[in-house]
């Protein structure tokens, strides 16, 4: 059971560049999420998901698109990557049957370097 | 809306000594709190959360914490600090009606000095 796990670890783009970021969970949960962390900004949410085929914004979605076309997987997209988005990228999921006391569990992290 | 405020970004405690950590919160119902540690280089990791069931709350690793409704604050204690303590600490809130989301607060550092 390996939990929340994303792919790649670090990565450093240029600007303009596209990728997409990976987050696996193998816990059958309906919610997962997407944040980046930013030094003295705590987490903000970018994307989330409440289920296969749904996405929702968050609170600083701009530069970004996600999918979430497996229930497994949620995918993070940059378009045309600006040095703005350096950053930590985190994912996360939660059951999504217990309500709003549910623990969100964290991949690793995604450290994210745009030149 | 709803926010959290952690006051104080690095705090600093001898070995042995009384960490607390300070997390105030705004909601307009009664919310669902968090605190989570993440260690260098790693993601989130629950310590303890606030369901209402109980206002002294019993996390992971000799931490606890209390709500408290009237000072708005779940503050995060453990009696006696440990080198291994030494981590970033998140106070987060999770509210009904407010989608699905999770607002965190802005961290707070923990050094442990030997």
């Known amino acids: 059971n390996a939990g929340v796990t994303q792919t790649p670890k670090f990565r450093v783009l240029k600007t303009g560049q596209s990728m997409t970021l990976l987050c696996a969970q193998d816990?059958?949960?309906?919610?997962m999420y997407w944040y980046r962390q930013d030094p003295g900004m705590g987490l903000r949410l970018i994307h989330y998901s409440v289920g296969e085929g749904t996405t929702a914004k968050g609170e600083v979605p701009d530069g970004y698109n996600v999918s979430r076309l497996k229930k497994q997987n949620f995918l993070l997209g940059l378009e045309s990557a600006a040095p703005s988005q350096t950053s930590v990228y985190f994912c996360?999921?939660?059951?999504?049957?217990?309500?709003?006391?549910?623990?969100?569990?964290f991949g690793p992290g995604t450290r994210l370097l745009v030149l | 809306a709803q926010s959290v405020t952690q006051l104080g970004s690095h705090v600093s405690v001898s070995e042995g000594a009384l960490v607390l950590l300070r997390c105030n919160y705004s909601?307009?119902?009664?919310?669902?709190l968090f605190w989570y540690v993440q260690y260098p280089n790693q993601g989130l990791q629950l310590l303890l959360k606030y369901t209402s069931a109980a206002t002294l709350v019993k996390g992971i690793n000799g931490f606890e914490a209390e709500f408290k409704k009237s000072e708005t604050s779940f503050h995060l204690t453990k009696p006696s600090a440990h080198m291994s303590d030494a981590a970033e600490y998140f106070c987060a809130v999770s509210e009904q009606g407010t989608g699905n989301q999770f607002y965190f607060g802005t961290g707070t550092s923990l050094t442990v000095i030997p």
């Open positions: 909601s307009s119902v009664p919310p669902y």
């Open positions: 816990m059958n949960h309906e919610y």
């Open positions: 996360a999921s939660r059951s999504g049957t217990g309500g709003f006391q549910e623990t969100q569990y």
